[in-house]
């Protein structure tokens, strides 16, 4: 009876948690079940040292550090800079997060790095993370989804900053994401398109053949780049697109009006594939494709101008054959990446498509 009274009075201890010796057949079977079911135990004041970190974690900044201590350690300076605040707002931050007992620093020479401290509580941030980052993918999938579905483009436009500057994945892994994700997303509209026949598949198809050779192209300039000089070159490419918007909406009359087509068509809307008119959707599909494989973009931005200004074709034809060049760039634009060696979580791709399919519905 004693050396039952002295195990349990050692598993109390351990637990911090003192019960009466008449509750010990009890304890001992919760015990049991807890173990059973994969539960850890936690004592009432590793419980009050949880819900003090969760209360300390609801100021953006402080989540933030939070996301980045998760990963690797890091110094103030460093932890400003991600931030975007001053050194001394970090320093108190940190203060802060520190008190919650999860957060600790170790000294190097004259260098402080910071890093998360109790495993068990880091695990309970990496659930915290895991949820925002699946309910970010879903919302974008859907922006991604709509904007394919209703303009043939932009997909991409909108998922790589997404990727980077709200979730904080690092450039090159965002333009495989985002490239898989559109490459995913576009062929469930171009399919009921298609169906529909407003699908010009020929012109389509020559678009799209030498999109899937510019596209391992963009792929291997991409690995090349340093990501500082790859997010200039695609803010330099937003302020293009953004531009172009702002010019079309300010046009008078029908853009396709006021163009003389390269690509002739007969009476049955057909397009006559000439010198001239091959030569155009060649040029035009390649330089897709290397903007798709460097950005992680679709696309569209270029396509659906081109097949209303120089192919002829009316703007929901020219959405809906944007759909299916997209998709064919993606794929090859995605295989390459990966047979570059490209980090790819399929696992956040994949809730990219799940919000895409409902936006692409909507769109």
Not at 127 to 135: K, M
Not at 290 to 315: C, H, K, T
Not at 321 to 344: E, K
Request: glycine share 14%; proline share 3%; aromatic share 6%.
């Amino acid at each position: 009876m004693s050396d039952s009274r002295d195990g349990l009075s050692q598993r109390s201890a351990s637990l911090r948690v003192h019960m009466p010796d008449t509750n010990s057949t009890r304890n001992k079977s919760v015990e049991i079940g807890s173990r059973r079911r994969g539960l850890k135990a936690f004592d009432l004041e590793a419980l009050g040292q949880a819900a003090e970190c969760l209360r300390t974690l609801a100021h953006p900044v402080r989540l933030r550090i939070a996301q980045l201590l998760l990963h690797d350690r890091y110094t103030v300076g460093e932890i400003a800079a991600d931030c975007g605040v001053a050194e001394n707002v970090a320093s108190e931050h940190l203060r802060l997060m520190q008190r919650c007992g999860i957060f600790a620093s170790d000294r190097e020479g004259r260098r402080v790095y910071y890093r998360v401290a109790e495993p068990h509580l880091g695990r309970l941030l990496d659930c915290i993370e895991a949820h925002r980052v699946v309910g970010i993918a879903i919302v974008g999938g859907v922006a991604i989804g709509f904007a394919l579905g209703l303009t043939g483009g932009g997909g991409g436009v909108f998922a790589v900053p997404l990727l980077v500057y709200g979730m904080g994945i690092p450039a090159r892994e965002a333009v495989g994401v985002s490239l898989a994700a559109v490459g995913l997303t576009a062929p469930v509209g171009a399919t009921a398109r298609y169906f529909r026949g407003e699908i010009d598949a020929r012109t389509g198809l020559i678009f799209a053949v030498a999109g899937m050779i510019g596209a391992p192209l963009g792929s291997q300039l991409s690995k090349l780049l340093p990501e500082a000089a790859l997010l200039l070159l695609f803010s330099g490419l937003m302020l293009i697109v953004a531009a172009r918007m702002w010019r079309a909406s300010r046009s008078q009359g029908s853009a396709a009006d006021a163009a003389g087509f390269v690509c002739q068509r007969d009476a049955a809307g057909h397009p006559k594939l000439g010198g001239r008119c091959v030569a155009l959707l060649l040029a035009l599909g390649t330089t897709t494709g290397v903007l798709s494989g460097l950005f992680g973009v679709g696309g569209g931005f270029v396509i659906v101008p081109a097949l209303v200004l120089f192919g002829g074709l009316a703007i929901h034809t020219a959405v809906a054959t944007s759909l299916l060049v997209i998709f064919l760039v993606s794929a090859s634009g995605v295989t390459a990446y990966v047979a570059n060696g490209g980090a790819l979580s399929w696992v956040l791709t994949g809730f990219f498509a799940l919000g895409g399919l409902v936006g692409m519905q909507l769109g």
